[in-house]
């Protein structure tokens, strides 16, 4: 394994290379990452990019195509091509399209985790961390949001504006796994925790939680808590970095098996052979790039018109 760290970092340095890490990575490749974070902290820091040539993606395909679409003069490469986002093809072009002729009034508002092709027909896109902004600061009363049909409940339980979900089933399959049994059965269990559940979880989970975040949320969240104990309900490695930074604190995964298996398909030897070989780059269609990528900056800019706010 040691061996493997020092030539990713050789690489690194001899391909002028970053890599960036999704929250739900194993605990080595976090470690191993430049930056780790939400998918809104991965889009800024991916708008940011200046200094390296060459991006390497932990994580699923729809946040590769993002990075590219950001940064089309990079190499954009992603370790395993076959780590996909099953939420992200649930949503097609002809469903938003046909949506759209049904209610041509309405502003369609798209999570990130979607596809390049989707993220082209969006008036603009969000990410769990700033969907609510995101609708509120649209002029339309009616917004169509896709994919994830928990996060459309969540965002319709913050604003007054109607939500129409597109499509109707759309669902993370690791979230959906976490159950109200789960959560009221680790509670009586530890009944000095705080429950933090992710807005993909089911909204009978949501209502019994004590905060819905984002991951980036939960991070933000845990260090400013005086709570010592926090029971999880997202992917199971959010807990590895929770617990790698913040040590003195403990925390219990709502369900141990919710594991992404399309996450974990990244590993440190594909890491290094990615490098060493620049095998699977990642390729967005200039068209459709460049109409996604308003989607994105458009987002962007709310999020950081939120900061100046604050």
């Known amino acids: 394994m040691l061996k493997d760290l020092q030539e990713i970092e050789r690489l690194k340095e001899e391909e002028n290379a970053i890599i960036l890490a999704h929250n739900y990575q194993t605990g080595d490749i976090q470690e191993i990452a430049d930056f780790v974070g939400d998918s809104l902290e991965l889009c800024i820091k991916a708008l940011e990019i200046k200094e390296a040539d060459t991006v390497v993606f932990c994580g699923v395909d729809f946040m590769a195509e993002?990075?590219?679409?950001?940064?089309p003069c990079k190499k954009v490469l992603i370790p395993d091509r076959g780590a996909k986002c099953p939420m992200a093809e649930m949503l097609q072009v002809e469903d938003i399209r046909k949506a759209k002729t049904r209610y041509p009034d309405a502003a369609v508002v798209l999570y990130v985790n979607t596809l390049a092709e989707a993220k082209a027909e969006a008036d603009i896109l969000c990410t769990s961390a700033n969907a609510v902004e995101v609708v509120e600061s649209l002029p339309q009363e009616r917004i169509l949001f896709g994919p994830d049909r928990n996060l459309a409940w969540y965002v319709s339980q913050k604003v007054e504006k109607e939500i129409i979900p597109l499509p109707e089933h759309g669902h993370c399959y690791v979230h959906k796994m976490i159950n109200l049994g789960d959560l009221v059965f680790l509670k009586e269990k530890h009944p000095e925790a705080e429950i933090l559940v992710h807005p993909e979880c089911d909204p009978e989970v949501q209502n019994f939680a004590d905060e819905v975040l984002s991951t980036g949320g939960m991070i933000r969240y845990v260090a400013g808590s005086k709570k010592k104990t926090f029971i999880v309900g997202t992917e199971l490695d959010m807990t590895t970095r929770l617990q790698r930074e913040n040590?003195?604190?403990?925390?219990?995964?709502?369900?141990?098996?919710?594991?992404?298996q399309n996450m974990k398909l990244q590993t440190i030897d594909k890491v290094k052979k990615c490098l060493l070989n620049e095998k699977f780059t990642v390729h967005v269609d200039e068209k459709i790039a460049?109409?996604?990528?308003l989607a994105i900056k458009r987002m962007i800019e709310v999020s950081e018109s939120k900061k100046k706010l604050n």
């Open 290 to 293: 460049n109409k996604a990528k």
């Open 247 to 260: 040590p003195d604190k403990t925390f219990i995964p709502a369900l141990k098996g919710a594991i992404c």
């Open 66 to 71: 993002t990075a590219a679409i950001l940064n």
